[in-house]
């Protein structure tokens, strides 16, 4: 099968040490609003059956970068 599908890094916020759950709650409404948003954008590809969004930090989560992130994967 040819590789299909869509992959996005998802920042969050400036603060490079702080993890979703460190934020103020004001700042992970927005950044939760920002995950709605990425998955609607990708609800109408064809290619596009199933959508996940990860929270990455740390290279104990597998993380590459050492800033926190997430990432939004949308496959077949």
Do not use: C, W
């Not at 099968?1 to 969050?12: F, Q, R, S, Y």
């Not at 059956?49 to 104990?60: C, K, P």
């Amino acid at each position: 099968m040819n590789a299909l599908g869509v992959h996005e890094v998802l920042i969050a916020t400036p603060e490079h040490y702080k993890d979703i759950g460190e934020l103020p709650l004001d700042t992970v409404q927005r950044i939760v609003s920002g995950y709605v948003d990425r998955y609607r954008a990708h609800q109408e590809n064809p290619v596009v059956q199933y959508i996940l969004i990860i929270n990455n930090v740390g290279r104990e989560a597998g993380a590459s970068r050492e800033h926190p992130h997430a990432q939004l994967f949308g496959i077949p």
